[in-house]
């Protein structure tokens, strides 16, 4: 049968900005820099965000699959 894999909550920073002009919200994630996106209000971009370092994640998971080569996993703790 199939492994149940367990899914761990990870916890992201996110620098935030506010455009004065717009008073739009504007975020990136520091530990996944290419996760950035955009907020009417601070909830709003905090919902974009998660899908933003989703996506992010996603697309760097298929692009290993999709190379060639074995690949195997390894932890690191970095303090």
Not at 16 to 28: L, M, N, R, T
Not at 46 to 62: E, G, R, T
Request: with cysteine; hydrophobic share 40%.
């Amino acid at each position: 049968m199939f492994a149940k894999i367990k899914h761990k909550i990870m916890e992201y920073t996110i620098s935030v900005h506010k455009d004065e002009a717009s008073g739009w919200y504007c975020g990136q994630c520091v530990q996944v820099p290419a996760a950035i996106s955009l907020g009417a209000t601070l909830d709003g971009l905090m919902d974009n965000m998660k899908d933003a370092i989703s996506m992010i994640l996603q697309y760097n998971k298929d692009k290993v699959r999709q190379s060639s080569g074995k690949v195997f996993y390894r932890k690191l703790a970095v303090v």
